[in-house]
């Protein structure tokens, strides 16, 4: 406790991090409004599917777990379309992590005589060039009018699916934001000096960490290894960086999830 205190040196921070916390579940929020106006369910289910969501995918490896919490307060046909759309959702939130995290890399990369990320820059820009690459086929198979079994089957219009794609982008890189600003600040409390740096290297921790697929609280303890293990490459000190880390799963994983888990009604599957 005493070694705690040493690095709490302006707890101020820590309040913006818990202001910031609605705002990120918010904009999630609105992704799954928008998932549920595109594919045209009753919005009366909207909040207990969400919570109940939150919940799954905090039980589950990575968040695509929360299409298992959400599609069954919703009609069996409908469940495969409504996940469909789920983990596009969800695939947003990787490629935005992606993005900034290869960002990172690059400037780091250029800014900085650090060895291990020259590495990892260049698996990131195979990784990135391959998602670059699924997305032309994407975009030639739209541009055929490429219709699968699946997706006639299931009503999927892959048009809609593009659109859809681009709100949840958009709100995508928003959360982003406010969950980089929200380390941002936990690292400022825990006595972190202030840099724009320090943004470059939260970006590159939550990369790793969307990368990294792991079980219930194994999810904290692999988020924080990785944290440390990251911004120990940049000299930063492991303890109030683990503090930092600890903080933000608490307040914005934790803290919701056991507020959804008694919130939420179960479904009449």
Known sequence: MQSINLYLKKPFYLILVVLLMPINWYLEWQKWI???????????????SFT???????????????????????KKKRRIRLTTYIQIGNFSQLITSIIFGFI??????????????KSIYQSTTALFLTLVSLAIIVVFLK?????????????????????????????????????????????LCFNIPAST????????????VTLTPSLFFGKMIIRDSIAVAIFSIGG??????????FSIWTINVFMPTLIAWKKTKPPNV
């Open 34 to 48: 928008f998932i549920l106006k595109e594919n045209r369910m009753q919005n009366d289910k909207a909040l207990d």
């Open 236 to 245: 930063y000190e492991a303890l109030p960086v683990l503090l930092s880390s």
């Open 143 to 187: 541009k055929r009018n490429f219709k699968t079994h699946f997706f006639l089957k299931h009503k999927i219009n892959i048009n809609s699916i593009l659109e859809f794609f681009k709100k949840a982008l958009v709100l995508s890189i928003l959360r982003h934001l406010v969950f980089s600003t929200q380390f941002f600040f936990a690292l």
């Open 52 to 74: 109940a969501g939150m919940v799954s995918g905090f039980f589950t490896p990575g968040f695509p777990g929360n299409f298992l919490g959400r599609v069954f307060y919703f």
């Open 104 to 117: 990172a890399f690059f400037v780091l990369w250029k800014t900085t005589e650090i060895f291990p990320l």
């Open 197 to 208: 740096e320090l943004f470059l290297w939260i970006w590159i921790t939550y990369f790793a």
